[in-house]
């Protein structure tokens, strides 16, 4: 080893080592002598790759330590350094037998001679013994024995008499003395006499400088050795890692509760900030206890109805399984085989035979011709026993039904499964009971009648879309009659347009804050006629919208009378008719085929389950309102996370500087350092992660029966907001294992020490 103008100067500017140049010897037992503070122990750290010199070089075989990187040091003291320190730095959590074991277990060496080192530096059966049961003299030894258990070329000791008696001191020089029969052992100390005994050499320091050196002639030559980077195995990190565990502290506790907390709270308002509302509303279906859901339309925030077109697109998305409903067919009165029957319960109208009615007994079949239908089981009951027929009929099938003067076949009973829920009705008597499930019986497919599918066109001959007049008010029009003699009409200029009844000309001047004294006490249309130049104006930008497209269409005239209805020629009608000839008042579709997917692409003019989807909009303007608020406390609480995420590791880094620097010292590996940490922290991490996201999942359940208590909607939980808190934990981590990595790089062993 040979030392050139080595310097090492503190950063508080104390010059230690002052331009010291030496050449050692490969073997033999040297002492450096000195007062305290004469750079004795400074020279010694800088020998064994501890410190790093501020000038100079020092060679070791063909390395140059001064220009190996930080990693490279720690090999060269793992491959070539032995240390025993006055401080015997042991850990004292392992045994005597794993302290000794650590050193060759970074070299990557077999286990099966420690006992034969301690027994070497005379402890016998002191293996299973704990560093606090060993005496001082022990402790040293002991340290010897694992500075020894690696082989090392160069041992380094540094003031290893100092606490012991003369007795135990003359042993240990005895036993370095022999050691350094075989390699370069170097001892600090300022006891002349031991080195006037033992030293094949001595070197004197005083202020950093040597003031003698009897080794002018010593003998070095190169050998290669390879620096070999320290290893680790598992066990042993779980070993040292663990330690922690034992000695659990009340700050660690707090800590992993206020994770916990954290993260329960983070993964909670995630599942919120992330609902997925067209799942909620398949979930909210699905839990019900319908097999249907009906879908209508909305045109500007009115009920349309739907025509074939759209009949056809959701017929298309629901897999030819879609229903239709006219609820405007009232059968006030029924004709049963010529007698005339009066009942009290409406159908509620008819639909047409589809795969809807697959789910259901049939008794007969489904009409396949104009002719034909088919009814409830309950329509049939109520018909046959509620008092409408005399007669003991039990079942219409093949009976002959009149309905809107047409005579029709009953060519199938459908089993709705209705008909033992209403006989229960009426068994008990129960009035409220009754109300509810007349009520449910409204949106069920019980009360219809069915018909052929091609016999349409012969059951409606007119149009009942509303049409709305003036966009800012809400009279509506209903039907569309064709202009006949049999109105009495005034069209006010040529166009093509809309004739529009008396009574809601007036309603319209009202709105127009129109002086409407003029029609006082006198027949209005008369008046109207009258004064015809008077409202001439009026009629210059009155439109009429219509609510299934956005199209206006021209008032042009007034007719005499008070209905609901618009009067039109046969050429504007058939042009309106395209726009509004929508006859469904809603469809039906089966529940079973219903999927997220359907209900993301259904186009959202059409409302599937529209008093589920109304309940969902009231929760999503509640959850709004609170947005702004939820982001901020889901982001302080991932910064919270973090934050708890990195004080963990610090205080963890804290508690085992002493074992890290131990470590350190014995040529450990940076990333072995790192691997301890991890191993360390990673099982309280997951046992952490894992009980939250139970626990959340929990409270999620419970909020979600809280909102279905409010708003009658199923939650749940969106898979995609628990990948995004996977994915942010695995980023939480990712920050958390550089910032701990760069941490134990800049640890530095000499601050870890705090050598005097
Ligand atoms: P010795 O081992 O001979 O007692 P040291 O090598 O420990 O002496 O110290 C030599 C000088 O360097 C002393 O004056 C000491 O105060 C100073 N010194 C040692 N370590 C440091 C340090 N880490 N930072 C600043 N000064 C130090
Ligand atoms: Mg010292």
Same mark, same amino acid.
């Given at each position: 080893?040979?030392?050139?103008?080595?310097?090492?100067?503190?950063?508080?500017?104390?010059?230690?080592?002052?331009?010291?140049?030496?050449?050692?010897?490969?073997?033999?037992?040297?002492?450096?002598?000195?007062?305290?503070?004469?750079?004795?122990?400074?020279?010694?750290?800088?020998?064994?790759?501890?410190?790093?010199?501020?000038?100079?070089?020092?060679?070791?075989?063909?390395?140059?330590?001064?220009?190996?990187?930080?990693?490279?040091?720690?090999?060269?003291?793992?491959?070539?350094?032995?240390?025993?320190?006055?401080?015997?730095?042991?850990?004292?959590?392992?045994?005597?037998?794993?302290?000794?074991?650590?050193?060759?277990?970074?070299?990557?060496?077999?286990?099966?001679?420690?006992?034969?080192?301690?027994?070497?530096?005379?402890?016998?059966?002191?293996?299973?013994?704990?560093?606090?049961?060993?005496?001082?003299?022990?402790?040293?030894?002991?340290?010897?024995?694992?500075?020894?258990?690696?082989?090392?070329?160069?041992?380094?000791?540094?003031?290893?008499?100092?606490?012991?008696?003369?007795?135990?001191?003359?042993?240990?020089?005895?036993?370095?003395?022999?050691?350094?029969?075989?390699?370069?052992?170097?001892?600090?100390?300022?006891?002349?006499?031991?080195?006037?005994?033992?030293?094949?050499?001595?070197?004197?320091?005083?202020?950093?400088?040597?003031?003698?050196?009897?080794?002018?002639?010593?003998?070095?030559?190169?050998?290669?050795?390879?620096?070999?980077?320290?290893?680790?195995?598992?066990?042993?990190?779980?070993?040292?890692?663990?330690?922690?565990?034992? *000695?659990?502290?009340?700050? *660690?506790?707090?800590?992993?509760?206020?994770?916990?907390?954290?993260?329960?709270?983070?993964?909670?308002?995630?599942?919120?900030?992330?609902?997925?509302?067209?799942?909620?509303?398949?979930?909210?279906?699905?839990?019900?206890?319908?097999?249907?859901?009906?879908?209508?339309?909305?045109?500007?925030?009115?009920?349309?109805?739907? &025509?074939?077109?759209?009949?056809?697109?959701?017929?298309?998305?629901?897999?030819?399984?879609?229903?239709?409903?006219?609820?405007?067919?009232?059968?006030?009165?029924?004709?049963?085989?010529?007698?005339?029957?009066?009942?009290?319960?409406?159908?509620?109208?008819?639909?047409?035979?589809?795969?809807?009615?697959?789910?259901?007994?049939?008794?007969?079949?489904?009409?396949?011709?104009?002719?034909?239908?088919?009814?409830?089981?309950?329509?049939?009951?109520?018909?046959?026993?509620?008092?409408?027929?005399?007669?003991?009929?039990?079942?219409?099938?093949?009976?002959?039904?009149?309905?809107?003067?047409?005579?029709?076949?009953?060519?199938?009973?459908?089993?709705?499964?209705?008909?033992?829920?209403?006989?229960?009705?009426?068994?008990?008597?129960?009035?409220?009971?009754?109300?509810?499930?007349?009520?449910?019986?409204?949106?069920?497919?019980?009360?219809?009648?069915?018909?052929?599918?091609?016999?349409? &066109?012969?059951?409606?001959?007119?149009?009942?879309?509303?049409?709305?007049? &003036?966009?800012?008010?809400?009279?509506?029009?209903?039907?569309?009659?064709?202009?006949?003699? *049999?109105?009495?009409?005034?069209?006010?200029?040529?166009?093509?347009?809309?004739?529009?009844?008396?009574?809601?000309?007036?309603?319209?001047?009202?709105?127009?804050?129109?002086?409407?004294?003029?029609?006082?006490?006198?027949?209005?249309?008369?008046?109207?006629?009258?004064?015809?130049?008077?409202?001439?104006?009026?009629?210059?930008?009155?439109?009429?919208?219509?609510?299934?497209?956005?199209?206006?269409?021209?008032?042009?005239?007034?007719?005499?009378?008070?209905?609901?209805?618009?009067?039109?020629?046969?050429?504007?009608?058939?042009?309106?008719?395209?726009?509004?000839?929508?006859?469904?008042?809603?469809?039906?579709?089966?529940?079973?085929?219903?999927?997220?997917?359907?209900?993301?692409?259904?186009?959202?003019?059409?409302?599937?389950?529209?008093?589920?989807? &109304?309940?969902?909009?009231?929760?999503?303007?509640?959850?709004?309102?609170?947005?702004?608020?939820?982001?901020?406390?889901?982001?302080?609480?991932?910064?919270?996370?973090?934050?708890?995420?990195?004080?963990?590791?610090?205080?963890?880094?804290?508690?085992?500087?002493?074992?890290?620097?131990?470590?350190?010292?014995?040529?450990?590996?940076?990333?072995?350092?790192?691997?301890?940490?991890?191993?360390?922290?990673?099982?309280?991490?997951?046992?952490?992660?894992?009980?939250?996201?139970?626990?959340?999942?929990?409270?999620?359940?419970?909020?979600?029966?809280?909102?279905?208590?409010?708003?009658?909607?199923?939650?749940?939980?969106?898979?995609?907001?628990?990948?995004?808190?996977?994915?942010?934990?695995?980023?939480?981590?990712?920050? *958390?294992?550089?910032?701990?990595?760069?941490?134990?790089?800049?640890?530095?062993?000499?601050?870890?020490?705090?050598?005097?």
């Amino acid at each position: 080893m040979i030392l050139k103008n080595v310097s090492k100067i503190y950063n508080n500017n104390k010059i230690a080592i002052d331009n010291i140049s030496l050449t050692l010897p490969n073997k033999g037992l040297i002492f450096i002598l000195g007062k305290s503070g004469s750079g004795k122990s400074t020279l010694l750290n800088l020998i064994g790759g501890i410190d790093r010199v501020s000038n100079g070089s020092i060679i070791v075989d063909d390395y140059k330590i001064e220009e190996l990187n930080d990693a490279s040091l720690a090999s060269y003291r793992n491959s070539y350094c032995g240390f025993v320190f006055q401080e015997y730095n042991l850990i004292e959590s392992l045994n005597v037998y794993d302290n000794v074991k650590l050193a060759i277990d970074l070299k990557g060496l077999k286990e099966e001679f420690v006992s034969t080192y301690l027994n070497k530096v005379g402890l016998f059966n002191f293996e299973k013994k704990k560093i606090g049961e060993c005496s001082g003299g022990e402790k040293q030894r002991i340290a010897i024995a694992r500075a020894l258990i690696k082989e090392p070329n160069i041992i380094l000791c540094d003031e290893v008499t100092a606490a012991l008696d003369s007795k135990n001191s003359y042993n240990l020089m005895a036993l370095l003395k022999d050691l350094a029969k075989e390699r370069l052992v170097i001892v600090v100390s300022h006891n002349e006499n031991l080195a006037n005994l033992f030293a094949d050499g001595i070197i004197k320091l005083k202020d950093g400088k040597v003031i003698e050196n009897n080794l002018i002639d010593a003998k070095n030559f190169n050998e290669h050795v390879k620096l070999k980077e320290s290893k680790l195995n598992n066990r042993t990190k779980f070993k040292l890692a663990s330690l922690n565990i034992k *000695t659990f502290p009340i700050r *660690t506790i707090f800590n992993i509760i206020l994770l916990s907390l954290s993260f329960l709270l983070l993964i909670f308002f995630t599942f919120i900030n992330m609902l997925d509302f067209n799942k909620i509303h398949l979930n909210t279906i699905n839990k019900s206890n319908y097999n249907y859901v009906t879908i209508n339309k909305k045109h500007n925030g009115y009920d349309i109805n739907l &025509n074939e077109s759209d009949v056809y697109y959701l017929d298309n998305i629901f897999n030819n399984s879609i229903g239709v409903v006219n609820k405007e067919l009232s059968l006030n009165n029924v004709n049963y085989n010529d007698d005339l029957l009066y009942y009290s319960i409406l159908p509620r109208g008819y639909t047409f035979n589809s795969d809807v009615f697959n789910n259901f007994n049939v008794l007969g079949r489904l009409p396949n011709n104009d002719n034909e239908i088919a009814i409830s089981k309950f329509l049939n009951e109520i018909i046959t026993y509620n008092g409408l027929i005399d007669k003991e009929i039990d079942t219409m099938l093949n009976d002959v039904l009149i309905v809107d003067n047409k005579s029709y076949q009953v060519v199938g009973i459908i089993d709705t499964n209705f008909t033992d829920k209403f006989n229960y009705l009426k068994k008990n008597n129960d009035e409220e009971l009754l109300i509810e499930y007349i009520n449910y019986l409204n949106s069920d497919i019980s009360s219809l009648i069915v018909f052929n599918k091609n016999n349409i &066109n012969n059951i409606i001959d007119i149009t009942n879309n509303p049409i709305l007049i &003036n966009e800012n008010s809400n009279r509506l029009l209903n039907n569309i009659i064709l202009i006949d003699e *049999t109105y009495d009409y005034k069209i006010i200029n040529d166009e093509e347009g809309i004739i529009i009844p008396i009574y809601t000309y007036l309603e319209i001047l009202s709105d127009l804050n129109f002086d409407l004294s003029i029609f006082n006490g006198s027949d209005y249309y008369e008046t109207f006629i009258n004064n015809i130049s008077l409202f001439k104006d009026t009629f210059k930008n009155l439109y009429l919208n219509t609510l299934a497209k956005d199209y206006k269409y021209k008032v042009v005239g007034v007719y005499d009378n008070n209905s609901n209805n618009v009067l039109m020629t046969k050429e504007l009608f058939d042009i309106i008719y395209q726009d509004i000839s929508g006859i469904y008042d809603n469809v039906l579709v089966d529940k079973s085929n219903l999927n997220l997917n359907k209900i993301k692409d259904l186009d959202n003019s059409y409302l599937l389950e529209e008093n589920i989807l &109304n309940n969902i909009n009231n929760f999503k303007t509640n959850i709004n309102n609170f947005r702004i608020p939820l982001v901020i406390i889901t982001i302080i609480l991932l910064i919270m996370a973090v934050g708890i995420f990195i004080i963990n590791i610090n205080t963890t880094l804290t508690d085992k500087t002493n074992i890290i620097a131990i470590l350190k010292m014995l040529g450990c590996s940076n990333k072995n350092i790192f691997g301890i940490i991890v191993i360390n922290i990673l099982p309280f991490i997951l046992l952490t992660f894992l009980t939250s996201t139970i626990l959340s999942f929990f409270l999620f359940n419970y909020f979600a029966n809280l909102i279905y208590i409010i708003y009658s909607i199923n939650l749940t939980i969106n898979v995609l907001s628990y990948l995004f808190i996977v994915f942010i934990l695995i980023i939480i981590s990712i920050i *958390t294992i550089y910032i701990t990595f760069k941490k134990i790089n800049k640890l530095n062993l000499i601050e870890m020490f705090h050598f005097e």
